[in-house]
């Protein structure tokens, strides 16, 4: 059974799952202090890991009905992230396996969100496209197998897509986290009331996007809650058709006919319709594996690559910008 730990943002979460892949538990406490000010202030993140990372853990252990005897693996992010976060769940890992000897593995953030789509009962295996769209990243990935190489077949140039939903939803006087609140205005607007740019570029660029929404928003009467509307639904559909536009040239450039979905605005309802739209195999996964988790993290330790006692005790996080999918 591996003991997993997730805390590079503003979510501590604990899994333990099965060495089949079935989740025990899947426990996420998120951070809603933030909200206030409008986005994750890093030290506020990092001081309150340190307050619930014990209670998160006993809570998965009491979910799960089971005991830390029964722990055969531990597992916890290492990096990209905020540094100070990070640390907080890192160190908790490898404290619990350096206690008990145990193996340690040290886990890409972004390879984890591949990694869902490994978890019971879906278990949707290599070869596919990955698509992972967060609030940090997004990267289209060809995986070829567990633990394989991955190859970046498209990655983000300036804003990721969770980034524009957050910025766009701030433009348009929305509360924060940004991607939900756009979503559900964008539910009473017309998608094709405002054309948003989406981009030429191989990769992924959502500042000109980002521009297009400021400026047309000093064009109209952006008080109107109609007008908003229209204006959220349309940007919606430019970060969404993005992102389609780059998946359709990474599948027909690979020749793969198998996709999986990864990261916080997996859970997006616009972009989850129109990927089932595609003539393939399809992997969405459910919201609570979609955003920040520490099941996805116990997932890609499966793939291996775990450290013996004592060898991981030198082990460092490492920031945003650095990592194997970099």
Do not use: W
């Amino acid at each position: 059974m591996i003991l997993a730990f997730e805390t590079s943002c503003d979510d501590t979460c604990a899994a333990l799952v099965g060495d089949d892949g079935t989740v025990l538990a899947n426990v996420i406490s998120s951070q809603e202090v933030h909200n206030r000010f409008g986005g994750v202030v890093p030290e506020i993140a990092a001081r309150h890991h340190l307050e619930l990372i014990d209670a998160v853990v006993a809570e998965a252990f009491a979910r799960a009905g089971v005991g830390i005897e029964q722990v055969s693996l531990v597992a916890a992010t290492r990096g990209p992230g905020l540094t100070g976060a990070l640390l907080v769940g890192f160190c908790a890992g490898k404290s619990f396996a350096a206690a008990r000897e145990l193996p340690f593995a040290a886990i890409d953030h972004l390879e984890g969100h591949i990694a869902a789509a490994y978890l019971a009962p879906a278990r949707f295996e290599p070869p596919f496209l990955a698509l992972i769209a967060s609030g940090g990243h997004t990267l289209l990935l060809d995986v070829s197998a567990r633990g394989g190489p991955v190859e970046v077949l498209a990655r983000t140039l300036d804003d990721a897509a969770g980034e524009a939903f957050d910025k766009g939803a701030r433009m348009l006087g929305l509360g924060y986290p940004g991607g939900p609140e756009l979503s559900r205005l964008a539910a009473d607007g017309d998608p094709r009331s405002y054309d948003f740019p989406t981009g030429r570029s191989e990769d992924f660029s959502f500042a000109g996007l980002k521009t297009a929404l400021l400026y047309k928003t000093r064009e109209v009467d952006a008080s109107d809650r109609q007008v908003r509307a229209n204006l959220a639904a349309a940007y919606q559909r430019a970060i969404v058709e993005a992102l389609l536009r780059r998946v359709l040239r990474g599948l027909e450039r690979s020749g793969r006919t198998r996709l999986a979905l990864g990261g916080g605005v997996a859970a997006n309802a616009a972009l989850r319709a129109r990927l089932g739209e595609l003539e393939v195999e399809l992997f969405l996964p459910p919201p609570e594996l979609c955003t920040d988790n520490a099941a996805m993290i116990a997932a890609a330790a499966l793939a291996g690559g775990a450290l013996s006692y004592p060898d991981y005790l030198g082990l460092d996080v490492y920031a945003t910008g650095e990592g194997p999918l970099r």
